[in-house]
């Protein structure tokens, strides 16, 4: 067909005929207690200042328990209790042993998936489809990947002796709650160190039920402890004198405060922040299954990834047929209840998140952006955001340059390899991207030229505990999974 | 009524598919979860779409017959159950069902073309069809020279397929790929895109007769062809997954492939069929089961 003919667009009946009925996932089997403690020495304890806040179900609006804020007292206790571990038993006992420990909570989560991956959906907002395929299972396997570490170390760097660091206070983000756990814990326990872990304010759940297992699996007191609350908590984690290393999953602006903090105290760091993925599509590329890359990229976990492909590039000569394949997928994606198992996407994780999403999108219009969304309704209640496509944008537009983290994706178009590939680079951030063609030489081409941290070849959010992952540039330091995501942990 | 279609690809180029994004696609749209009226709704609806099927060196009159009158009610006991979409014999049957099927509004389709290998010269093919087609067939599933395909003479399909179609005079066309002898989902895409140019009104996956027959990366890649030829042309190809499918669930599945990837205007027995013949029992089990709640007993279905 020639590009310059303008043919009628003929559309699909995505609206009408057959639907499927709601499919809600069951909340029968799932234990919530009314009050949440922080996880101490191995127990619940209540805050010392007393003070409680609210985490709400972001698709009901309504809420689910009440968490403790976390002073600079508590986190001194919990610090106090992991050094006491560290010393007393963790850095100790045989690195088999600590092994099992940690094959034990992996069994243990597997055990209890269901019951993660529903608490998951409901405290974040993710569909169900999701916390029980994506989350729950990569987050045992991470626990199982790294268990088998544990009495290797000597073999995973030959001719050193690796020591562990000591107490590790982490700090983990609100999109991938009981995952991004996993991955600080798994490694921080397979080298030695123990832990002061806080989860993000909108979703604690997971990680106390998490410690639950803990509980149950008989791991040494204070080996792993858990501190609810927001910045101020995480700042006292920061600035806490006994602590020897931090890990932080969250915004480049934080990031930059944390580096800040702890500069010149000796405390080691591993930062895995923002990002703003390109994606790029050549005309040589298998167009329907690049499509759903494209929406796997960006509509995963309604956006909210840090490694999300929100930066579309499409070669101009396949732009106008892979933005009338998007368009016409956009309405079949099943927007609404999370714990519908037919949900594609679920709810905004707070209402401070989708007012930001709909500031990026109102920005986008008046940068003058085409806007393409899905015809399809959201619930009245809880925050949703429609799946939404940008077109006429430019590497000087806003919603290209800064992270959305969001359903919202940017499409620009390009003509040559050296042009997408400057475009890709003209980012502060350096996190992941992917290059999607049927041409081999193309992908060693693509990939060895984008500054990333993680690149993916025809396909797009894939994650295993075998890979490492992190970003170059503001996207972050240090490496999470795979023998690389020892290191952060470990003297050498 | 069908339009003039121009600009033919050149199909000495390989639209590429990615098999493996194919394969977790079908596995995702496979997590559909299809519950209470919107199940009842697939299975009646499934029912409609079915070509009830026999093509066996065994066949006699008699088998024939019976197998349209279960066509005309599946399950006689329950008027509310729909009737199957067409009845699909050889050549030779053709006028016993056709005399059978007599006001049912139930489609008579043969198979023709030397079904299933299609090892015939053009002019000894031509013949079958135009043979089926006065003897009373609605529709002819013919099979492409698999042959010419792979050793790469691509023209010489789109002509077997035009001239078929010129020979089928008012009849429907069904195109038969066999997916299984062609392999790789890139030569799936090329065979589906051949087919649709030259004319074909329905493309169907298989001859039932060569394993593998459907499968669902199959039956998606050719949906996806199905969907570019709807965006450039405008003209609607029916889809005929055949062989291999033989329960409610599996059909159902099926159904979410079509809904997500090419709407409700695919969601008719006039744009999609099965080629089955146990499918009609089992759907009609799971209905009954709807209906009462308990599973009857296999016994109480008549096998044709």
Known sequence: MNVTDQQKRYTLDFGTGWAYDPAPESTDHISLKKKYGHFINGKFVEPAEGNYFETINPATEEKLADIAVGSKADVDAAVKAARKAYDKVWSKMPASERGRYIYRIARMIQERAREFAVIESMDGGKPIRESRDVDVPLAAAHFFYYAGWADKLNYAFPGRTPAPLGVAGQIIPWNFPLLMAAWKIAPALATGNTVVLKPAETTPLTCLKLAEIMQEAGLPDGVVNFVTGAGDTGAAIVNHQDINKIAFTGSTAVGKLIQRSIAGSGKKLTLELGGKAANIIFEDAPLDQAVEGIVNGIFFNQGHVCCAGSRLFVQEGVADAVHQKLTDRLETLIVGDPLDKNTDIGAINSKEQLDRINSYIEIGLNEGAAITQSSCSIPSKGYFCRPTLLQNVSQASRVVQEEIFGPVLTIQTFRTPDEVLEKANNTPYGLSGGVWTDKGSKIFRMTSGIDAGVLWANTFNKFDPTSPFGGYKESGMGREGGLHGLLPYLKI | ?304
Not at chain 2, 55 to 83: F, N, T, W
Not at chain 2, 191 to 208: C, L, N
């Open chain 2, 1 to 304: 009524m069908k339009k003039e279609i121009s600009n033919i690809p050149d199909f000495t180029k390989t639209v590429p598919i990615d098999q493996v994004n194919v394969e977790e696609r079908v596995a995702k749209l496979n997590t559909r979860s299809i519950k209470k009226e919107s199940k009842m709704f697939a299975l009646k609806l499934a029912m409609q779409m079915i070509d009830l099927t026999t093509l066996e060196g065994s066949d006699s009159p008699g088998r024939v017959k019976q197998l349209c009158h279960k066509a005309m009610r599946p399950y006689s006991s329950d008027a509310d159950i729909p009737k199957v979409a067409a009845v699909c014999v050889y050549p030779t049957y053709v006028r016993i069902a056709r005399e059978t099927l007599k006001g049912s509004g139930i489609n008579v389709a043969s198979v023709a073309t030397s079904f299933p290998s299609g090892w015939a010269p053009l002019k000894t093919k031509l013949e079958e069809v135009r043979y089926c087609v006065e003897e009373g067939a609605d529709e002819i599933d013919m099979v492409i020279s698999r042959g010419e395909f792979l050793k790469g003479n691509f023209s010489y399909i789109f002509d077997e397929v035009a001239a078929v179609k010129e020979a089928c005079g008012p009849a429907h066309l069904k195109v038969i790929l066999e997916t299984g002898e062609l392999q790789t989902l890139d030569n799936v895409r090329k065979a589906s895109d051949i087919a649709m140019y030259a004319g074909a009104d329905f493309i169907k996956t298989s001859t039932g007769k060569i394993s593998p027959a459907a499968t669902q990366p199959v039956t998606l890649v050719m949906l996806e062809a199905i969907r570019d030829f709807y965006y450039k042309t405008g003209v609607k190809i029916g889809m005929k997954p055949a062989g291999g499918i033989r329960d409610s669930k599996t059909a159902l599945r099926y159904l979410v492939m079509v809904r997500e990837t090419l709407g409700n205007d695919w969601m008719n027995p006039d744009m999609f069929r099965f080629g089955a013949s146990s499918l009609a029992n089992d759907l009609l089990m799971q209905i009954i089961k709807q209906q009462t709640g308990v599973y009857q007993s296999a016994d109480y279905f008549s096998k044709d």
